[in-house]
């Protein structure tokens, strides 16, 4: 047992031992939640086989969440649980969507030794939690959703890290955040793993041999000025790969009868340990004379604009990638997210040089008396990407359209539909469509 796992063990044993402390019980809460998902992607444009070309899954995914009080005292102690299923209802080896045996895994479920998608996959993750006035400590399995670290929760399961966080609310309108990740699971596996980033994670190889870290520092502040005006400033650091600034902004004006929403974002990205020196752990992106791996070297912004009126939401976005590298994020070569305004259903926009503009629009039909029911459509389109063939670019459609029951037996039973198309002209890349369908419903348990 690991010296994280054997603390966290002592932790939960003395939680145990109060467990009938007024507060624990009490106020304890437990949700099941069902997600039936099944997704298609049709990889286009290439003379590949058809098990490279098309990839198709479907599966049922369990969820069960528990988190319970605080014991009473000055000092109060807490413990949470999250438990996770997935079940294969179909999958092909020729539709798996893996690289080979021994590699990441397929498009939802973990490889199985033979190359196909395991019949079922499981975890539990337990997070000892201490709470002092507006203080709390959470040590355990943590799903972060912050400017440099934010999990993924786009297939059948979400992604998890382990590690510890601090969050104080003591100032008013000030949260301060702080923490350190020593792990993460994929969404498609039921292992630990270290974490690292594209062009140092063997994400193009057969099997694991990237390089990782188990060290990501990071810390950072929201200060609320007012109602309407949101300020952070955040930082991130994973040892040997990078380090990371973000500034961001984040205004609401009322104008006639609708709201501007304004949110403005800026990373500044540099190498960190053996990143500057050390070729295996060195970043995608263009250095030109046709090298493609180097250190991590970019800065990032955007602005983002959403008017929303009557149930319409209109928006427009602009981005722009600097630098040498891509943008750097905690990315191990097996699905991830990140914290910017191009982070889509396929892709993310943030390649070297690359600048992107993007146009939105949804709809909320409460408005016409169907409550429940939403809509939406984006299209990005970035080009100047840095290559050694000269600037290239790439754009993507996604629509949305959801329906969640809201009154009733079925009272929170939801269908969403997911398509997204990509087009480019990036040497070794391939065209892709794509279309998810998710069945989601939650039940309370305590």
């Known amino acids: 047992m690991n010296k994280s796992s054997l603390a966290l063990a002592v932790a939960v044993g003395v939680l145990a031992q109060q467990a009938g402390a007024a507060g624990f019980v009490e106020d304890s ?20 086989p058809k098990n490279a070309s098309y990839q198709e899954e479907w599966g049922q995914g369990f969820q069960l969440d528990f988190a319970s009080g605080f014991t009473e005292g000055t000092v109060g102690f807490g ?4 438990g996770l299923m997935g079940i ?3 999958s092909g080896k020729g539709r798996h969507g893996n690289r080979s045996s021994g590699a990441f895994g397929g498009t939802v479920f973990p490889t199985d030794n033979d190359g196909r998608a395991v019949n079922d996959y499981s975890s539990v993750g337990l997070t000892a939690k201490a709470k002092v006035s507006q203080t709390e400590l959470r040590y ?7 400017p440099v670290i934010s999990y993924n929760d786009g297939r059948l399961l979400p992604q998890t890290f382990e590690g510890g966080q601090i969050t104080s609310n003591e100032i008013k309108d000030l949260t301060l955040i702080g923490g350190q990740i020593e792990h993460v699971k994929g969404r498609n596996s039921s292992n630990n793993e270290g974490m690292s980033i594209g062009g140092a994670n063997g994400g193009s190889s057969s099997a694991r041999t990237g390089q990782f870290s188990n060290k990501f520092i990071y810390a ?16 991130g650091n994973l040892s040997d790969f990078y380090k990371q600034h973000f500034l961001g902004a984040v205004h609401n004006w009322s104008i006639g009868p609708g709201v501007l929403k304004t949110d403005l974002r800026y990373f500044h990205s540099t190498d960190d340990g053996a990143n500057s020196n050390d070729s295996d752990y060195f970043s995608s992106g263009y250095y030109g004379s046709g090298v493609t791996r180097g250190k991590v070297d970019n800065d990032l912004y955007s602005a983002l604009f959403l008017y929303s009126v009557a149930g319409h939401t209109f928006g427009g976005g602009y981005q722009v990638s600097q630098g040498s590298s891509d943008f750097p994020w905690l990315n191990q070569g097996d699905g991830s997210s990140n914290y910017t305004i191009t982070d889509s259903q396929i892709q993310k926009f943030a390649r070297a040089g690359e600048r992107t503009w993007q146009a939105r629009y949804s709809y909320d039909f409460a408005k016409v008396g169907l409550p429940g029911a939403t809509a939406g459509v984006t299209y990005l389109k970035g080009d100047n990407i840095d290559t050694a063939n000269g600037d290239r670019t790439e754009w993507e ?16 039973l939801g269908i969403m539909w997911k398509n997204a198309m990509w087009r480019n002209d990036i040497e070794g890349q391939r065209d892709q469509d794509e279309n998810r369908l998710i069945l989601s419903y939650s039940i309370p348990l305590l």
Not at 398 to 410: H, Q
């Open 140 to 146: 355990g399995t943590l799903m972060p959703k912050l």
């Open 220 to 235: 950072g502040a929201d200060y609320k000025v007012n109602k309407d005006l949101l300020l952070q400033y955040y930082y």
């Open 79 to 82: 413990v949470d649980a999250i």
């Open 29 to 48: 809460k437990a949700t099941l939640k069902l997600r039936n998902f099944y997704i298609n992607t049709d990889n286009r444009d290439s003379s590949a």
């Open 88 to 90: 294969r209802l179909d």
């Open 397 to 412: 459609r996604d629509i949305t359209l959801a329906y969640v029951v809201p009154e009733g037996t079925l009272k929170g």
